[in-house]
Protein backbone atom coordinates (compact mmCIF):
# COMPACT_ATOMS: atom_id res chain seq x y z
CA UNK A 1 0.00 0.00 0.00
CA UNK A 2 3.44 2.00 0.35
CA UNK A 3 3.68 2.28 -2.82
CA UNK A 4 0.25 4.34 -4.00
CA UNK A 5 1.48 6.69 -1.66
CA UNK A 6 4.56 7.00 -3.43
CA UNK A 7 3.35 6.72 -7.00
CA UNK A 8 0.70 9.30 -6.06
CA UNK A 9 3.41 11.90 -5.53
CA UNK A 10 6.01 10.62 -8.57
CA UNK A 11 2.81 11.47 -10.93
CA UNK A 12 3.20 15.11 -9.80
CA UNK A 13 6.90 15.11 -10.39
CA UNK A 14 9.17 12.31 -10.77
CA UNK A 15 11.01 11.58 -7.48
CA UNK A 16 14.65 10.38 -7.18
CA UNK A 17 15.24 6.79 -5.55
CA UNK A 18 16.11 9.05 -1.86
CA UNK A 19 12.99 11.21 -1.93
CA UNK A 20 11.05 7.92 -2.28
CA UNK A 21 12.73 5.90 0.45
CA UNK A 22 12.65 8.86 2.62
CA UNK A 23 8.66 9.38 1.93
CA UNK A 24 8.25 6.06 2.28
CA UNK A 25 10.13 6.15 6.16
CA UNK A 26 8.11 9.03 6.93
CA UNK A 27 4.65 7.50 6.17
CA UNK A 28 2.36 6.47 9.12
CA UNK A 29 -0.42 4.46 8.29
CA UNK A 30 -3.57 3.91 9.92
CA UNK A 31 -6.26 1.54 9.67
CA UNK A 32 -9.81 2.76 10.69
CA UNK A 33 -13.12 0.72 11.30
CA UNK A 34 -15.99 1.49 9.14
CA UNK A 35 -18.65 3.99 11.96
CA UNK A 36 -14.77 5.13 13.26
CA UNK A 37 -14.34 9.09 12.84
CA UNK A 38 -11.12 10.95 11.62
CA UNK A 39 -12.99 14.59 12.66
CA UNK A 40 -15.43 15.30 14.84
CA UNK A 41 -17.34 19.07 14.09
CA UNK A 42 -15.86 20.77 16.88
CA UNK A 43 -12.09 19.22 17.14
CA UNK A 44 -9.16 21.41 16.15
CA UNK A 45 -7.22 19.10 13.91
CA UNK A 46 -3.75 19.81 11.95
CA UNK A 47 -3.48 16.22 10.33
CA UNK A 48 -4.12 15.53 6.81
CA UNK A 49 -5.08 12.07 5.83
CA UNK A 50 -4.37 10.37 2.35
CA UNK A 51 -7.18 7.72 1.56
CA UNK A 52 -4.81 4.71 0.48
CA UNK A 53 -8.08 2.09 0.60
CA UNK A 54 -11.71 3.16 1.59
CA UNK A 55 -14.20 5.55 1.79
CA UNK A 56 -15.04 8.37 4.41
CA UNK A 57 -17.85 10.36 4.28
CA UNK A 58 -17.81 14.51 5.25
CA UNK A 59 -21.00 15.73 6.65
CA UNK A 60 -22.09 18.74 8.44
CA UNK A 61 -25.00 19.01 11.01
CA UNK A 62 -28.26 21.47 10.08
CA UNK A 63 -30.63 21.83 12.59
CA UNK A 64 -29.90 18.04 14.04
CA UNK A 65 -29.59 16.55 10.27
CA UNK A 66 -26.65 15.19 8.72
CA UNK A 67 -26.14 16.66 5.13
CA UNK A 68 -23.34 14.68 3.48
CA UNK A 69 -20.61 17.06 1.62
CA UNK A 70 -17.88 15.08 0.11
CA UNK A 71 -16.99 11.08 -0.16
CA UNK A 72 -13.22 10.89 -0.16
CA UNK A 73 -11.84 8.00 -1.53
CA UNK A 74 -8.37 6.10 -2.99
CA UNK A 75 -5.93 8.70 -3.74
CA UNK A 76 -7.99 11.71 -2.16
CA UNK A 77 -6.92 13.97 0.63
CA UNK A 78 -8.79 14.30 3.88
CA UNK A 79 -7.70 18.31 4.76
CA UNK A 80 -9.63 20.72 6.95
CA UNK A 81 -9.67 23.77 5.63
CA UNK A 82 -9.86 25.15 9.47
CA UNK A 83 -6.93 23.55 10.45
CA UNK A 84 -4.27 26.40 8.66
CA UNK A 85 -6.21 28.89 10.75
CA UNK A 86 -5.29 29.03 14.11
CA UNK A 87 -7.92 28.18 17.05
CA UNK A 88 -10.68 27.29 14.44
CA UNK A 89 -12.58 23.57 14.92
CA UNK A 90 -13.32 21.63 12.19
CA UNK A 91 -17.16 22.78 11.50
CA UNK A 92 -17.81 19.27 9.48
CA UNK A 93 -17.20 15.21 10.39
CA UNK A 94 -15.45 12.63 8.65
CA UNK A 95 -16.65 9.23 9.63
CA UNK A 96 -15.64 6.27 7.60
CA UNK A 97 -18.43 4.39 5.50
CA UNK A 98 -16.11 1.71 5.00
CA UNK A 99 -13.00 -0.05 7.17
CA UNK A 100 -10.39 2.43 5.49
CA UNK A 101 -6.29 2.78 5.53
CA UNK A 102 -5.08 6.10 5.45
CA UNK A 103 -1.02 8.23 5.45
CA UNK A 104 -1.84 10.31 8.30
CA UNK A 105 0.45 13.62 7.63
CA UNK A 106 0.96 16.81 10.18
CA UNK A 107 3.05 19.79 10.12
CA UNK A 108 6.20 18.68 11.93
CA UNK A 109 6.98 15.73 9.61
CA UNK A 110 5.76 17.49 6.86
CA UNK A 111 8.46 20.36 8.09
CA UNK A 112 11.32 17.96 8.37
CA UNK A 113 10.86 16.73 4.61
CA UNK A 114 10.47 20.15 3.63
CA UNK A 115 13.96 20.99 4.96
CA UNK A 116 15.36 17.20 3.70
CA UNK A 117 13.88 17.71 -0.27
CA UNK A 118 13.20 21.61 -0.28
CA UNK A 119 11.12 20.93 -3.88
CA UNK A 120 8.59 19.04 -1.40
CA UNK A 121 6.86 22.00 -0.60
CA UNK A 122 6.57 23.05 -3.93
CA UNK A 123 4.69 19.43 -4.37
CA UNK A 124 2.70 19.97 -1.28
CA UNK A 125 1.54 23.65 -2.27
CA UNK A 126 0.06 22.04 -5.71
CA UNK A 127 -1.26 19.22 -3.65
CA UNK A 128 -3.35 21.72 -1.52
CA UNK A 129 -4.55 23.93 -4.17
CA UNK A 130 -5.73 20.72 -6.23
CA UNK A 131 -7.71 19.18 -3.10
CA UNK A 132 -8.83 22.96 -2.29
CA UNK A 133 -9.85 23.54 -5.62
CA UNK A 134 -12.10 20.17 -5.31
CA UNK A 135 -13.41 21.15 -2.33
CA UNK A 136 -14.50 24.98 -3.90
CA UNK A 137 -15.83 23.22 -7.06
CA UNK A 138 -18.18 20.60 -4.88
CA UNK A 139 -19.25 23.30 -2.68
CA UNK A 140 -20.03 25.42 -6.52
CA UNK A 141 -21.75 22.80 -7.71
CA UNK A 142 -24.21 22.56 -4.55
CA UNK A 143 -25.31 26.17 -4.57
CA UNK A 144 -25.63 26.01 -8.53
CA UNK A 145 -26.66 22.73 -9.76
CA UNK A 146 -30.31 20.87 -9.50
CA UNK A 147 -29.87 17.97 -7.51
CA UNK A 148 -30.41 15.65 -11.29
CA UNK A 149 -27.30 17.56 -12.25
CA UNK A 150 -25.61 16.79 -9.08
CA UNK A 151 -26.58 13.14 -9.64
CA UNK A 152 -25.36 13.04 -13.42
CA UNK A 153 -22.58 14.72 -12.23
CA UNK A 154 -21.67 12.41 -9.65
CA UNK A 155 -22.78 9.27 -12.45
CA UNK A 156 -19.89 10.45 -14.63
CA UNK A 157 -17.15 11.53 -12.45
CA UNK A 158 -17.45 8.80 -9.83
CA UNK A 159 -19.44 5.91 -11.18
CA UNK A 160 -18.05 3.90 -8.42
CA UNK A 161 -19.54 5.07 -5.38
CA UNK A 162 -22.74 4.12 -6.84
CA UNK A 163 -21.68 0.22 -5.48
CA UNK A 164 -19.94 1.78 -2.38
CA UNK A 165 -22.49 4.14 -0.71
CA UNK A 166 -25.68 3.47 1.06
CA UNK A 167 -28.00 5.38 -0.90
CA UNK A 168 -29.57 7.71 1.97
CA UNK A 169 -26.22 9.15 1.63
CA UNK A 170 -25.65 9.77 -2.07
CA UNK A 171 -29.31 11.53 -2.05
CA UNK A 172 -28.03 13.56 1.23
CA UNK A 173 -25.14 14.87 -1.31
CA UNK A 174 -27.44 15.68 -3.88
CA UNK A 175 -29.32 17.68 -1.22
CA UNK A 176 -32.68 15.30 -1.77
CA UNK A 177 -34.38 13.01 0.64
CA UNK A 178 -33.95 9.28 -0.60
CA UNK A 179 -37.48 8.90 -2.31
CA UNK A 180 -36.84 11.88 -4.69
CA UNK A 181 -33.46 10.13 -5.21
CA UNK A 182 -35.16 6.95 -6.75
CA UNK A 183 -37.46 9.32 -9.24
CA UNK A 184 -34.45 10.94 -10.53
CA UNK A 185 -32.68 7.60 -11.29
CA UNK A 186 -36.35 6.37 -12.78
CA UNK A 187 -36.54 9.32 -14.62
CA UNK A 188 -32.88 8.96 -15.89
CA UNK A 189 -33.64 5.72 -17.33
CA UNK A 190 -36.40 6.52 -18.92
CA UNK A 191 -34.25 9.17 -20.94
CA UNK A 192 -31.42 6.46 -21.72
CA UNK A 193 -34.13 3.98 -23.07
Not at 22 to 29: D, G, K, P, R, V
Not at 152 to 175: D, E, M, V, W
Request: hydrophobic residues 35%; aromatic residues 12%; charged residues 25%.
Amino acid sequence: MGNKFVDYFSRISPLSKEEAEAITESMQTKTYKKGEYLLREGQFSVKTYFILEGCVREYILTEGEEKTTNFITEEQWAISLNSFTPNKAATHNWICVEDTTVVVGDEEQGQALFQRFPRFETISRTIMEKAFAEQREALASYYTDSPEQRYLNLLKTRPNLFQRIPQYYLASYIGVKPESLSRIRKRIASDNI
